[in-house]
């Protein structure tokens, strides 16, 4: 009984979370009547064979579905087994910040030793089970005849329990799905490097590259999980649009105005990386072989193209960065400043290695109060990482002048949340996420009041929608992104986009998809297309 339950269970498993539920164990899965019809006509040795290899396919499907599940939930997508086999390491990590590391040790075994269990179950289950119809040849063929009528007279009829087809094909869909998906991924090597190979600015003379920002203080940030669902979800929209309306105001005060819309990101719940690179490289850059291919090539990054001109100091503040960081060559930046470079003493706030605020007055202390080279202008590249999940604890604003070597967040950081306690609250959750956009945005915009110029121009934007749990399972991949200047003249050059004044985008803004905002905003700032082909 337990292993034909073990078995059942295994071949009609979702790879979703949305998908668990009884009904979902209570279906005849047609596999199942297949094997047992071939196992009944086999001879001994070659029906074991049969029986240990099917329960260890049967393992390893199991398995992608776990992993299918937790991707889902988290990433929006399913598990690729090509590619995504590196990101379990970088989940590995989170955890120990967010958990510490005997937590995350005890939790990386458990999963190593539940993962070995499941393929020697499943592999022994499927041998007692054949030899039981084996000694029962009678009966077994019998059942196995009632169980084929009934599952083709349930797939015929389309006969449902709680919504859920009583008829399953499961596990020959997710095979068949998986082993299409590793099709499309080695087909997409070869496309995508096609067309990375095409730039449409990837000849432009460097005295026709975005002339209509020269002398300007150009700054690209990031802000970690800053989706839409920020702005409309009832449960975080509340706080976080009072916090966008309210330094659209002090902004204004200041004389800076803003105009916000939509991208769709590349990415969704996490792989930042992607939607970095998706925004400078203007090419849709999904996963991590696509990121490859573009890191290794010459088409040109929009920081890229500030740094062609030979008229900008290029410099990037990473807090997030702790290890080699190879991709600043790609993105044309002089200087990069890394989570051991910003002189931060102050505790981490679980994943993030520092507050944004600090970060912040880093890049003031360290780029933006230098002059930069004689007749030459600056643009900056910063990506912060307060919003990034589990949001506990999350950082309070302190006085700039009070921050110091970091030091100040000790106490902050003792009296926050658990992430622990948080991650287990799918309600907390949401509220402390909402909580991390308004610290992170007010941290930004008020850095702008206190240091901005009358030539800097702020472009800043969400990486990806947090993860399924917090956005919601049908969410879109939308995130907001705004241009904020002092000089009209900037902000009149994409009027024809129809974003939204301030930094708030209506619901119904224009929504692009993430890869066009670099060739949109190269051609809004006079550059000169001149395509370059490989």
Same mark, same amino acid.
């Given at each position: 009984m337990l292993a034909a339950a073990l078995v059942v269970a295994a071949l009609v498993l979702p790879d979703k979370v949305v998908g668990l539920g009884p009904a979902t164990f209570l279906r005849i899965p047609g596999e199942a009547v297949i094997l047992a019809a071939v196992t009944i006509a086999l001879p001994r040795r070659p029906r074991i064979v049969l029986a240990v290899v099917t329960g260890l396919l049967l393992g390893v499907v199991t398995v992608l579905n776990l992993l299918d599940m937790g991707f889902n939930q988290? &990433?929006? *997508?399913? #598990?690729?087994?090509?590619? @995504?086999? !590196? /990101?379990? +390491? $970088? !989940?590995?990590s989170y955890l120990e910040d967010s958990l510490g590391r005997t937590a995350t040790l005890a939790a990386t075994a458990a999963v190593i030793v539940v993962a070995l269990l499941l393929f020697v179950l499943t592999a022994l289950s499927m041998v007692r089970l054949s030899n039981l119809l084996a000694r029962n040849t009678g009966a077994a063929t019998r059942g196995t005849l009632v169980a084929g009528v009934v599952w083709i007279t349930c797939s015929s009829l389309g006969l449902q329990v709680a919504g859920m087809p009583i008829a399953s094909g499961r596990t020959a869909t997710a095979l068949k799905t998986q082993v299409q998906g590793v099709a499309d991924t080695l087909h997409d090597e070869a496309e995508f490097r096609k067309v990375a190979g095409v730039d449409a600015f990837g000849n432009t003379p460097a005295a026709q590259l975005v002339p209509d920002l020269r002398g300007k203080d150009m700054i690209f940030t990031f802000i970690e999980s800053y989706g839409r669902s920020a702005i409309e979800d009832p449960i975080m929209a509340p706080g976080v649009d009072t916090t966008l309306d309210e330094r659209t105001k002090a902004l204004a005060a200041a004389g800076y105005h803003a105009k916000s819309g939509w991208l769709t990101s590349a990415t969704y719940g996490g792989s930042s990386w992607l939607g970095h690179s998706t925004t400078m490289s203007g090419l849709w850059i999904s996963n991590q072989q696509r990121y490859r291919t573009v890191m290794a090539s010459d088409h040109m990054s929009l920081t890229d193209a500030f740094e062609k001109t030979g008229d900008f100091d290029t410099v990037g503040v990473m807090p997030g960065v702790q290890k080699g960081w190879p991709e600043q060559k790609w993105y044309g930046l002089d200087k990069v400043y890394n989570a051991f470079q910003l002189g931060y003493q102050g505790p981490k706030f679980s994943?993030?290695?520092?507050? $944004?605020?600090?970060a912040l007055q880093q890049f003031q202390d360290r780029v933006h109060s230098k002059k930069p080279a004689a007749g030459r202008s600056r643009m900056s590249l910063l990506i912060l990482t307060s919003s990034h999940q589990p949001w506990a604890p999350i950082p309070k604003?302190? +006085?700039? $002048?009070? /921050? +110091? @070597?970091?030091?100040? #967040?000790? !106490?902050i950081q003792a009296a926050g949340n658990k992430p622990a306690d948080v991650i287990a609250d799918t309600t907390r959750s949401r509220e402390e996420y909402g909580k991390s956009i308004q610290y992170s945005v007010t !941290? /930004? %915009?008020?850095? &702008? *009041? *206190?240091? +901005? %110029?009358? @030539? %800097?121009?702020?472009?800043f934007l969400g990486d990806h929608q947090p993860m399924a749990r917090v956005s919601g399972n049908h969410a879109s991949r939308d995130v907001p992104i705004s241009l904020v200047a002092k000089d009209p003249k900037v902000l009149d050059r994409i009027s024809s986009w129809g974003w939204t004044d301030g930094l708030r985008p209506a619901h119904d803004a224009p929504v692009w998809k993430m890869s066009s905002f670099r060739d949109r905003f190269l051609t809004a700032y006079g550059s000169t297309p001149h395509p370059k082909t490989h």
């Open positions: 988290y &990433l929006g *997508r399913s #598990f690729n087994p090509v590619l @995504d086999w !590196a /990101l379990l +390491g $970088d !989940a590995q994943w993030s290695t520092m507050p $944004d605020q600090y604003m302190v +006085g700039w $002048d009070q /921050l +110091g @070597d970091g030091s100040v #967040f000790k !106490a !941290a /930004l %915009t008020e850095w &702008l *009041r *206190r240091y +901005g %110029t009358k @030539d %800097t121009v702020l472009v």
